[in-house]
């Protein structure tokens, strides 16, 4: 059981930061490509990286029996 949580948040942080990096470098892109180096949008990129990857945890913490990555057999 401590063992299932621990992946959970390794998978959690890692999902978070992958979002996270990503939207502040599409940020970054569309930033300096069309709104003349402002930086709302970087902040926006990043912000909607941290929310994405925050619901992906609080889905992933709220599906106790959901188990990723590996194929069940039926009980028939």
Same mark, same amino acid.
């Given at each position: 059981?401590?063992?299932?949580? *621990?992946?959970?948040?390794?998978?959690?942080?890692?999902? !978070?930061? +992958? /979002? !996270?990096? !990503?939207? +502040? *470098?599409?940020?970054?892109?569309?930033?300096? +490509?069309?709104? /003349?180096?402002r !930086?709302? $949008?970087?902040?926006? *990129?990043? &912000? +909607? *990286?941290? &929310?994405?990857?925050?619901m992906?945890?609080?889905?992933?913490?709220?599906s $106790?029996?959901?188990?990723?990555?590996?194929?069940?057999?039926?009980?028939?």
């Amino acid at each position: 059981m401590a063992d299932e949580y *621990g992946r959970k948040w390794d998978r959690c942080l890692a999902d !978070t930061a +992958l /979002k !996270t990096v !990503t939207g +502040l *470098g599409v940020g970054l892109v569309f930033s300096v +490509l069309l709104f /003349k180096r402002r !930086t709302w $949008p970087v902040a926006f *990129g990043s &912000g +909607l *990286g941290v &929310g994405m990857g925050y619901m992906n945890c609080q889905h992933d913490f709220r599906s $106790p029996y959901l188990i990723h990555g590996h194929m069940v057999k039926d009980q028939d």
